[in-house]
């Protein structure tokens, strides 16, 4: 039902764009999420953004680099990846879980746990 892609190899410095279509029911009123997993290692939160896109919270890893954004007319949430580094390589994956909370303060949903939908995944690559 979560669809990711735009994934790829791309040099340090560069960007991307990540897309998660999601199909077979509205997302609109779910609190959607970006995580990533590198060989090895385990599967860590990204970002994420509130059922309406007003709200958002990023890792400190990605923050003023990484942007998250939704069109819920689309059903995708995008991630807009700039001044990539070679650490930023994995298998990025989205998720969803129902919420119409718009304000979380320290409690946005950062566990892989608190997700119930997931997307196969899209590997992004950085050379160095």
């Known amino acids: 039902q979560l669809q990711a892609s735009g994934g790829g190899l791309v040099q340090a410095g560069g960007s991307l764009r990540l897309s998660c279509a999601a199909s077979?029911?509205?997302?609109?009123?779910?609190?959607m999420g970006w995580f990533r997993q590198a060989p090895g290692k385990e599967r860590d939160f990204v970002a994420a953004?509130?059922?309406?896109?007003?709200?958002?919270y990023y890792a400190d890893s990605v923050k003023g680099r990484f942007t998250i954004s939704r069109d819920n007319a689309k059903n995708t949430v995008y991630l807009q990846m700039n001044s990539l580094k070679p650490e930023d390589t994995a298998v990025y994956y989205c998720?969803?879980?129902?919420?119409?909370?718009?304000?979380?303060?320290?409690?946005?949903?950062?566990?892989?746990?608190?997700?119930?939908?997931w997307g196969q995944g899209t590997l992004v690559t950085v050379s160095s």
């Open positions: 077979g029911r509205s997302f609109s009123s779910y609190v």
């Open positions: 953004i509130s059922w309406s896109g007003g709200s958002t």
């Open positions: 998720a969803a879980e129902h919420s119409d909370r718009e304000l979380y303060g320290s409690a946005w949903p950062t566990r892989a746990t608190g997700y119930n939908y």
